[in-house]
């Protein structure tokens, strides 16, 4: 069954430093989702894709976020200057259809993000 | 807005008991929602979801939840827990507009005691 995969799983960095989390959704989705999980609290939205551009973003995604999908299969999510607060878990979804209001999106296993 | 309440952050259940599992939601408009449960080092596996029509969905595993518009609810339940149960599960609503972001409540841990 396809799946979604996140790399790295886990991500250790310093204050100030860039990171890129990495995707691939299931090859024939068309909608793409970040979330992120900071430990003891709720999943929260942070941003969908669509037709190569950004359909909506929540509060948290600011100038330090960024999403491309550069190569019609990787799906990324970069933040520019990391800080202690972006420590989370970071979730990546897929979704197969265009109205994504209903459709199912299967997570990804998630990438664990430690900010020093 | 949407929100999501979960009650009880940590719920423990005998093997071979029910297992319900509270999920409260707010809405302006017809809400789609979902039960996602998450293994350990797992992602977010959709249990079922209600979009329209039957009140009482069906999902994996044996569980099944009831839309209840009037109660603004749709708990989780299974007659009987397994073992393999043991997990943490997501309640979620779509959000208003059409690019089908979930909004998630806390969460609850279940464990299953032998």
């Known amino acids: 069954e396809p799946e979604v995969t996140q790399t790295p799983s886990h991500q250790v960095t310093q204050m100030g430093q860039e990171v890129i989390l990495r995707c691939v959704p299931i090859s024939n989705h068309l909608y793409f989702y970040w979330y992120r999980q900071i430990l003891g609290q709720k999943v929260e939205f942070l941003v969908s894709?669509?037709?190569?551009?950004?359909?909506?973003k929540s509060e948290i995604f600011d100038d330090q976020f960024s999403v491309e999908r550069p190569d019609g299969s990787n799906f990324t999510l970069k933040i520019r200057s990391t800080k202690l607060e972006d420590s989370a878990m970071y979730f990546c979804?897929?979704?197969?259809?265009?109205?994504?209001?209903?459709?199912?999106?299967?997570f990804g296993p998630g990438t664990r993000l430690l900010v020093l | 807005a949407q929100s999501v309440t979960q009650l009880g952050s940590h719920v423990s259940v005998s093997e071979g008991a029910l297992v319900l599992l509270r999920c409260n939601y707010s809405s302006s408009v017809p809400p789609y929602l979902f039960w996602y449960v998450q293994y350990p080092n797992q992602g977010l596996q959709l249990l079922l979801k209600?979009?329209?029509?039957?009140?009482l969905v069906k999902g994996i595993n044996g569980f099944e939840a009831e839309f209840k518009k009037s109660e603004t609810s749709f708990h989780l339940t299974k007659p009987s827990a397994h073992m393999s149960d043991a997990a943490e599960y997501f309640c979620?609503?779509?959000?208003?507009?059409?690019?089908?972001?979930?909004?998630f409540g806390q969460g609850t841990t279940l464990q299953v005691k032998p």
């Open positions: 894709f669509y037709n190569n551009e950004i359909s909506e």
């Open positions: 209600y979009t329209t029509g039957a009140t």
């Open positions: 979620a609503v779509s959000g208003s507009g059409n690019t089908g972001k979930l909004i």
């Open positions: 979804a897929s979704g197969k259809s265009a109205s994504g209001l209903q459709e199912t999106q299967y």
